[in-house]
Protein backbone atom coordinates (compact mmCIF):
# COMPACT_ATOMS: atom_id res chain seq x y z
CA UNK A 1 0.00 0.00 0.00
CA UNK A 2 0.97 3.92 -0.95
CA UNK A 3 1.41 6.77 1.81
CA UNK A 4 -0.08 9.80 0.63
CA UNK A 5 0.95 13.21 2.09
CA UNK A 6 -1.99 15.67 2.11
CA UNK A 7 -1.50 19.09 2.23
CA UNK A 8 -2.78 22.36 2.99
CA UNK A 9 -0.65 25.89 3.15
CA UNK A 10 -2.81 28.84 1.95
CA UNK A 11 -6.64 30.10 2.50
CA UNK A 12 -8.69 30.05 6.30
CA UNK A 13 -12.15 28.39 5.01
CA UNK A 14 -12.90 25.11 7.18
CA UNK A 15 -13.66 23.85 3.36
CA UNK A 16 -10.01 22.91 3.21
CA UNK A 17 -9.88 20.22 5.74
CA UNK A 18 -12.95 19.34 5.04
CA UNK A 19 -11.93 18.08 1.44
CA UNK A 20 -8.74 16.96 3.23
CA UNK A 21 -11.05 14.48 5.51
CA UNK A 22 -13.16 13.20 2.60
CA UNK A 23 -10.03 12.31 0.73
CA UNK A 24 -8.60 10.95 3.87
CA UNK A 25 -11.22 8.67 4.70
CA UNK A 26 -11.65 7.52 1.75
CA UNK A 27 -7.65 6.48 1.36
CA UNK A 28 -7.65 4.89 4.59
CA UNK A 29 -10.67 3.04 3.84
CA UNK A 30 -8.44 1.39 1.07
CA UNK A 31 -5.54 0.63 3.33
CA UNK A 32 -2.94 3.27 2.68
CA UNK A 33 -0.89 4.83 5.50
CA UNK A 34 -2.00 8.80 5.09
CA UNK A 35 -0.12 11.70 6.68
CA UNK A 36 -0.97 15.38 6.81
CA UNK A 37 0.72 19.14 7.00
CA UNK A 38 -2.24 21.39 7.93
CA UNK A 39 -2.61 25.30 8.29
CA UNK A 40 -4.36 25.35 11.03
CA UNK A 41 -4.10 22.82 13.90
CA UNK A 42 -7.21 23.47 15.85
CA UNK A 43 -9.30 23.86 12.72
CA UNK A 44 -8.25 21.04 11.39
CA UNK A 45 -8.17 19.05 15.11
CA UNK A 46 -12.31 19.60 14.79
CA UNK A 47 -12.58 18.41 11.37
CA UNK A 48 -10.18 15.58 11.49
CA UNK A 49 -9.54 14.36 15.04
CA UNK A 50 -11.24 11.25 14.49
CA UNK A 51 -8.79 9.86 11.95
CA UNK A 52 -5.90 8.10 13.13
CA UNK A 53 -2.88 10.04 11.15
CA UNK A 54 0.01 11.69 11.65
CA UNK A 55 -0.86 15.88 11.43
CA UNK A 56 1.96 18.03 11.25
CA UNK A 57 2.15 22.04 10.98
CA UNK A 58 2.49 22.84 7.60
CA UNK A 59 5.35 25.20 7.13
CA UNK A 60 4.08 29.09 6.41
CA UNK A 61 5.22 32.69 5.91
CA UNK A 62 3.72 34.22 8.57
CA UNK A 63 4.68 38.17 7.36
CA UNK A 64 1.73 38.38 4.75
CA UNK A 65 0.61 41.65 4.31
CA UNK A 66 -0.37 44.68 1.63
CA UNK A 67 -3.31 45.17 -0.91
CA UNK A 68 -6.37 42.85 -1.92
CA UNK A 69 -5.42 40.34 -3.76
CA UNK A 70 -6.88 40.31 -7.42
CA UNK A 71 -4.80 36.93 -8.79
CA UNK A 72 -4.21 33.89 -7.56
CA UNK A 73 -0.04 35.45 -8.21
CA UNK A 74 -0.65 37.85 -5.30
CA UNK A 75 -2.14 35.56 -2.82
CA UNK A 76 1.33 33.85 -3.56
CA UNK A 77 3.62 37.27 -3.41
CA UNK A 78 1.88 37.82 0.34
CA UNK A 79 2.87 34.66 0.88
CA UNK A 80 6.30 34.28 0.87
CA UNK A 81 6.81 34.44 -3.04
CA UNK A 82 7.97 37.86 -3.31
CA UNK A 83 11.76 36.94 -2.79
CA UNK A 84 13.63 33.58 -3.71
CA UNK A 85 15.23 33.60 -0.18
CA UNK A 86 11.84 33.84 2.12
CA UNK A 87 10.27 31.60 -0.71
CA UNK A 88 13.81 28.75 -0.31
CA UNK A 89 12.95 29.10 3.63
CA UNK A 90 9.32 27.52 3.20
CA UNK A 91 10.03 25.09 0.44
CA UNK A 92 13.45 23.58 3.18
CA UNK A 93 10.74 23.48 5.46
CA UNK A 94 8.34 21.31 3.49
CA UNK A 95 11.38 19.27 2.09
CA UNK A 96 12.43 18.61 5.78
CA UNK A 97 8.45 17.17 6.25
CA UNK A 98 8.44 15.08 2.89
CA UNK A 99 12.03 13.40 3.60
CA UNK A 100 11.38 12.83 6.82
CA UNK A 101 7.77 11.08 6.27
CA UNK A 102 9.04 9.78 3.09
CA UNK A 103 5.60 10.01 1.00
CA UNK A 104 5.00 8.15 -2.48
CA UNK A 105 2.62 10.86 -3.60
CA UNK A 106 1.65 14.57 -2.28
CA UNK A 107 -1.58 15.44 -2.30
CA UNK A 108 -2.05 19.65 -2.28
CA UNK A 109 -5.32 21.29 -0.89
CA UNK A 110 -4.09 24.92 -1.85
CA UNK A 111 -0.53 24.37 -0.86
CA UNK A 112 1.61 25.12 -3.84
CA UNK A 113 4.98 25.14 -1.68
CA UNK A 114 4.43 21.20 -0.44
CA UNK A 115 4.02 21.02 -4.59
CA UNK A 116 7.25 22.77 -5.54
CA UNK A 117 8.95 20.95 -2.77
CA UNK A 118 8.04 17.81 -3.71
CA UNK A 119 8.73 19.17 -7.40
CA UNK A 120 12.71 19.15 -6.27
CA UNK A 121 12.38 15.95 -4.23
CA UNK A 122 10.54 14.33 -8.01
CA UNK A 123 7.56 12.90 -5.42
CA UNK A 124 4.85 12.32 -7.74
CA UNK A 125 2.23 15.07 -6.71
CA UNK A 126 -1.85 15.96 -7.47
CA UNK A 127 -3.41 19.48 -6.55
CA UNK A 128 -7.35 19.09 -5.46
CA UNK A 129 -9.68 21.80 -4.84
CA UNK A 130 -12.42 23.78 -5.54
CA UNK A 131 -12.29 25.90 -8.57
CA UNK A 132 -10.75 29.02 -6.89
CA UNK A 133 -7.68 26.90 -5.78
CA UNK A 134 -6.99 25.55 -9.34
CA UNK A 135 -6.52 27.89 -12.19
CA UNK A 136 -7.63 26.59 -15.96
CA UNK A 137 -4.01 25.37 -16.87
CA UNK A 138 -2.06 26.72 -19.96
CA UNK A 139 -3.17 30.47 -19.41
CA UNK A 140 -2.81 33.28 -17.45
CA UNK A 141 -3.98 33.20 -13.39
CA UNK A 142 -7.20 34.49 -13.53
CA UNK A 143 -8.32 38.03 -12.41
CA UNK A 144 -10.39 37.67 -9.41
CA UNK A 145 -12.37 41.13 -9.84
CA UNK A 146 -13.16 41.66 -13.51
CA UNK A 147 -15.69 43.97 -12.02
CA UNK A 148 -13.14 46.54 -11.19
CA UNK A 149 -10.92 49.02 -13.54
CA UNK A 150 -7.72 46.57 -12.44
CA UNK A 151 -4.57 47.08 -13.92
CA UNK A 152 -3.84 44.22 -16.08
CA UNK A 153 0.24 45.05 -16.06
CA UNK A 154 -0.10 44.75 -12.73
CA UNK A 155 -1.57 41.28 -12.66
CA UNK A 156 0.85 40.03 -15.36
CA UNK A 157 3.75 41.48 -13.29
CA UNK A 158 2.59 39.90 -10.50
CA UNK A 159 2.38 36.55 -12.18
CA UNK A 160 6.02 37.10 -14.27
CA UNK A 161 7.52 37.82 -10.63
CA UNK A 162 6.08 34.89 -8.52
CA UNK A 163 7.31 32.78 -11.53
CA UNK A 164 10.54 34.07 -11.80
CA UNK A 165 10.96 33.31 -8.08
CA UNK A 166 9.70 29.41 -7.71
CA UNK A 167 11.98 29.10 -10.95
CA UNK A 168 14.98 30.10 -9.42
CA UNK A 169 14.01 27.89 -6.21
CA UNK A 170 13.31 25.03 -8.28
CA UNK A 171 16.81 25.35 -10.03
CA UNK A 172 18.51 26.31 -6.94
CA UNK A 173 17.17 22.62 -5.58
CA UNK A 174 17.75 20.61 -8.62
CA UNK A 175 14.00 20.81 -9.94
CA UNK A 176 12.71 21.40 -13.54
CA UNK A 177 11.26 25.16 -13.97
CA UNK A 178 7.73 25.60 -14.29
CA UNK A 179 6.47 27.15 -17.52
CA UNK A 180 3.20 29.17 -16.81
CA UNK A 181 2.66 30.60 -13.01
CA UNK A 182 -0.74 27.84 -13.15
CA UNK A 183 1.29 24.86 -13.37
CA UNK A 184 2.57 25.64 -9.71
CA UNK A 185 -0.73 24.92 -8.59
CA UNK A 186 -1.82 22.02 -10.60
CA UNK A 187 0.86 19.68 -9.27
CA UNK A 188 1.35 16.59 -12.02
CA UNK A 189 -2.38 16.35 -12.05
CA UNK A 190 -4.76 17.85 -10.57
CA UNK A 191 -8.94 17.19 -9.40
CA UNK A 192 -11.44 19.45 -9.55
CA UNK A 193 -14.05 18.96 -6.36
CA UNK A 194 -17.01 20.76 -8.05
CA UNK A 195 -19.52 21.05 -10.49
CA UNK A 196 -19.32 23.55 -13.32
CA UNK A 197 -22.07 25.32 -11.70
CA UNK A 198 -19.43 25.69 -9.03
CA UNK A 199 -16.59 26.50 -10.50
CA UNK A 200 -15.16 30.03 -9.56
CA UNK A 201 -13.62 30.79 -13.34
CA UNK A 202 -16.58 30.00 -15.57
CA UNK A 203 -14.45 27.44 -17.52
CA UNK A 204 -16.49 25.50 -20.40
CA UNK A 205 -17.63 21.78 -18.53
CA UNK A 206 -16.22 19.92 -21.60
CA UNK A 207 -13.01 20.63 -20.59
CA UNK A 208 -12.53 19.04 -17.23
CA UNK A 209 -13.35 15.98 -15.50
CA UNK A 210 -15.88 17.44 -12.23
CA UNK A 211 -15.36 14.66 -9.58
CA UNK A 212 -18.00 17.01 -7.23
CA UNK A 213 -17.79 19.08 -3.84
CA UNK A 214 -16.09 17.21 -1.19
CA UNK A 215 -17.88 18.49 1.39
CA UNK A 216 -18.68 17.59 5.03
CA UNK A 217 -22.01 16.89 6.41
CA UNK A 218 -21.23 17.60 10.14
CA UNK A 219 -24.34 16.12 12.31
CA UNK A 220 -26.71 18.04 13.54
CA UNK A 221 -30.27 18.63 15.35
CA UNK A 222 -33.63 17.50 13.78
CA UNK A 223 -35.21 21.08 12.31
CA UNK A 224 -37.36 22.57 14.33
CA UNK A 225 -39.99 24.91 12.39
CA UNK A 226 -42.16 27.24 13.68
CA UNK A 227 -45.67 26.56 13.50
CA UNK A 228 -47.42 28.40 10.62
CA UNK A 229 -48.44 27.86 6.94
CA UNK A 230 -45.40 30.21 5.48
CA UNK A 231 -42.91 28.93 2.95
CA UNK A 232 -39.99 27.34 5.51
CA UNK A 233 -36.80 29.44 5.11
CA UNK A 234 -33.65 28.21 6.28
CA UNK A 235 -30.86 30.55 7.58
CA UNK A 236 -27.35 29.94 8.57
CA UNK A 237 -26.12 33.51 8.93
CA UNK A 238 -23.50 35.12 11.32
CA UNK A 239 -24.31 38.08 12.93
CA UNK A 240 -21.05 39.54 10.84
CA UNK A 241 -22.91 39.92 8.21
CA UNK A 242 -24.14 43.36 8.47
CA UNK A 243 -27.43 42.58 6.54
CA UNK A 244 -28.69 39.55 8.92
CA UNK A 245 -31.11 41.68 10.73
CA UNK A 246 -32.55 42.96 7.61
CA UNK A 247 -32.72 39.83 5.98
CA UNK A 248 -34.52 38.23 9.06
CA UNK A 249 -36.70 40.67 9.14
CA UNK A 250 -37.96 41.09 5.58
CA UNK A 251 -38.46 37.11 5.94
CA UNK A 252 -40.92 37.10 8.65
CA UNK A 253 -42.69 40.11 7.36
CA UNK A 254 -43.14 38.27 3.88
CA UNK A 255 -44.79 35.73 6.61
CA UNK A 256 -41.68 32.88 6.20
CA UNK A 257 -41.94 30.43 8.52
CA UNK A 258 -37.86 30.47 9.64
CA UNK A 259 -35.37 28.23 11.26
CA UNK A 260 -32.36 30.38 11.62
CA UNK A 261 -28.74 28.72 12.66
CA UNK A 262 -26.63 31.91 13.72
CA UNK A 263 -23.47 30.19 15.88
CA UNK A 264 -23.24 33.54 18.10
CA UNK A 265 -27.02 32.89 19.23
CA UNK A 266 -26.28 29.02 19.80
CA UNK A 267 -23.49 30.24 22.43
CA UNK A 268 -26.09 32.42 24.07
CA UNK A 269 -25.86 35.64 22.50
CA UNK A 270 -29.26 37.41 22.38
CA UNK A 271 -31.49 37.21 19.44
CA UNK A 272 -31.60 40.10 17.00
CA UNK A 273 -34.85 39.25 15.71
CA UNK A 274 -38.19 38.31 17.85
CA UNK A 275 -41.08 36.96 16.02
CA UNK A 276 -43.19 33.81 16.39
CA UNK A 277 -42.48 32.62 12.90
CA UNK A 278 -38.59 32.60 14.02
CA UNK A 279 -37.07 30.20 15.63
CA UNK A 280 -32.95 29.31 16.48
CA UNK A 281 -31.45 26.34 16.32
CA UNK A 282 -29.66 25.76 19.68
CA UNK A 283 -26.76 24.44 17.50
CA UNK A 284 -25.44 22.89 14.06
CA UNK A 285 -28.59 21.51 12.14
CA UNK A 286 -29.28 18.71 9.97
CA UNK A 287 -28.87 20.16 7.01
CA UNK A 288 -30.11 17.60 4.64
CA UNK A 289 -33.04 17.42 6.58
CA UNK A 290 -33.95 20.51 6.49
CA UNK A 291 -33.67 21.68 2.97
CA UNK A 292 -35.80 18.70 2.62
CA UNK A 293 -38.07 20.99 3.61
CA UNK A 294 -37.21 24.20 3.00
CA UNK A 295 -38.42 26.89 0.34
CA UNK A 296 -34.97 28.89 0.46
CA UNK A 297 -31.96 28.85 1.98
CA UNK A 298 -30.07 31.92 3.02
CA UNK A 299 -26.41 31.74 3.59
CA UNK A 300 -23.07 33.10 3.43
CA UNK A 301 -21.93 30.68 0.41
CA UNK A 302 -20.25 28.34 2.74
CA UNK A 303 -19.70 25.28 0.57
CA UNK A 304 -21.15 22.52 2.25
CA UNK A 305 -24.47 24.90 2.83
CA UNK A 306 -24.59 25.43 -1.05
CA UNK A 307 -24.13 21.52 -1.72
CA UNK A 308 -26.47 20.43 0.21
CA UNK A 309 -29.38 23.34 -1.41
CA UNK A 310 -27.94 22.05 -5.05
CA UNK A 311 -29.03 18.84 -4.64
CA UNK A 312 -32.29 19.53 -2.62
CA UNK A 313 -33.19 21.57 -5.67
CA UNK A 314 -33.46 24.97 -3.14
CA UNK A 315 -33.15 28.23 -4.78
CA UNK A 316 -30.45 30.38 -2.48
CA UNK A 317 -30.09 33.94 -1.28
CA UNK A 318 -26.44 34.28 -0.98
CA UNK A 319 -24.83 36.85 1.22
CA UNK A 320 -21.05 36.47 1.32
CA UNK A 321 -17.92 38.26 3.11
CA UNK A 322 -15.24 37.18 0.94
CA UNK A 323 -13.89 36.82 -2.15
CA UNK A 324 -13.54 33.69 -3.18
CA UNK A 325 -17.64 33.65 -1.88
CA UNK A 326 -18.29 36.18 -4.05
CA UNK A 327 -17.41 34.39 -6.96
CA UNK A 328 -19.01 31.62 -6.37
CA UNK A 329 -22.58 33.34 -5.70
CA UNK A 330 -21.92 35.10 -9.00
CA UNK A 331 -21.89 31.49 -10.42
CA UNK A 332 -24.76 30.40 -8.79
CA UNK A 333 -26.71 33.33 -10.11
CA UNK A 334 -25.55 32.76 -13.61
CA UNK A 335 -26.86 29.36 -13.27
CA UNK A 336 -29.79 30.76 -12.33
CA UNK A 337 -30.29 28.98 -8.90
CA UNK A 338 -29.63 31.94 -6.94
CA UNK A 339 -29.46 35.68 -5.59
CA UNK A 340 -26.06 36.93 -5.17
CA UNK A 341 -27.05 39.66 -2.53
CA UNK A 342 -23.34 40.71 -2.06
CA UNK A 343 -23.58 42.43 -5.87
CA UNK A 344 -27.12 44.50 -4.85
CA UNK A 345 -25.96 48.30 -4.00
CA UNK A 346 -26.87 50.29 -1.41
CA UNK A 347 -30.00 49.97 0.67
CA UNK A 348 -31.49 46.86 -0.40
CA UNK A 349 -35.31 45.98 -0.48
CA UNK A 350 -34.52 42.76 1.20
CA UNK A 351 -38.36 42.26 1.25
CA UNK A 352 -38.69 42.42 -2.62
CA UNK A 353 -35.56 40.24 -2.89
CA UNK A 354 -37.25 37.36 -0.68
CA UNK A 355 -40.81 38.11 -2.61
CA UNK A 356 -39.04 37.70 -5.58
CA UNK A 357 -37.02 34.67 -4.73
CA UNK A 358 -40.56 33.09 -3.55
CA UNK A 359 -42.65 33.94 -6.68
CA UNK A 360 -40.03 33.24 -9.60
CA UNK A 361 -40.94 29.88 -11.04
CA UNK A 362 -37.64 30.33 -12.91
CA UNK A 363 -34.69 29.72 -10.05
CA UNK A 364 -36.91 27.20 -8.50
CA UNK A 365 -37.08 24.91 -12.23
CA UNK A 366 -33.62 25.83 -12.88
CA UNK A 367 -32.48 24.56 -8.82
CA UNK A 368 -34.43 21.45 -9.71
CA UNK A 369 -32.76 20.90 -13.22
CA UNK A 370 -29.23 21.04 -10.90
CA UNK A 371 -30.77 18.42 -8.70
CA UNK A 372 -31.76 16.15 -11.59
CA UNK A 373 -27.74 16.39 -12.51
CA UNK A 374 -26.67 15.37 -9.72
CA UNK A 375 -28.53 13.42 -8.18
CA UNK A 376 -27.59 10.51 -5.92
CA UNK A 377 -23.92 12.00 -5.73
CA UNK A 378 -22.27 11.64 -2.27
CA UNK A 379 -18.99 13.26 -0.59
CA UNK A 380 -17.85 9.63 0.09
CA UNK A 381 -18.82 7.99 -3.73
CA UNK A 382 -16.61 11.27 -5.02
CA UNK A 383 -13.79 10.79 -3.05
CA UNK A 384 -13.66 6.79 -3.96
CA UNK A 385 -13.77 8.14 -7.41
CA UNK A 386 -10.74 10.48 -6.51
CA UNK A 387 -8.80 7.89 -3.60
CA UNK A 388 -8.93 5.46 -7.34
CA UNK A 389 -6.88 7.90 -9.68
CA UNK A 390 -4.69 8.52 -6.93
CA UNK A 391 -3.73 4.79 -6.28
CA UNK A 392 -2.59 5.28 -10.32
CA UNK A 393 -0.36 8.13 -9.88
CA UNK A 394 1.11 6.49 -7.17
CA UNK A 395 1.53 2.95 -9.14
CA UNK A 396 2.82 4.90 -11.58
CA UNK A 397 5.52 6.67 -10.14
Not at 28 to 35: E, I, K, Q, T
Not at 63 to 83: C, F, V
Not at 338 to 359: C, E, H, K, Q, T
Request: proline letters at 7%; aromatic letters at 6%.
Amino acid sequence: MAHFHLAWELGGDPAHAGRLRVIAQALLARGHAVSLSVRDLGQARRLLGGLNVTMLQAPLWLHGAGQHAASLAEIMLASGYREAQSLDALVRGWRSALQLLKPDVVVAEFAPTALLAARTLDIPSAAIGAGFTLPPPGQPLPNFRPWEAMDLQRLAAAELHALKIMNTVLVHHGGVPYVQAADALLGRQHFLCAWPELDHYGRPAEREQWYGPAFVAPSGEAPQWPPGHGHKVFVYLRQEHPAHVAVLHALVMEGCRVLCYQPEVAAGAVPPVHATSLAYARGPVDLAAALAEARICVSQAGEGTIAHSLLAAVPMLLLPTQLERYLLAARLEQAGVAVNGGRLPGAVDWRGVVRSLLMDGRTLMAARGVANRYAGFTPAQMAERLAARLELLAANA
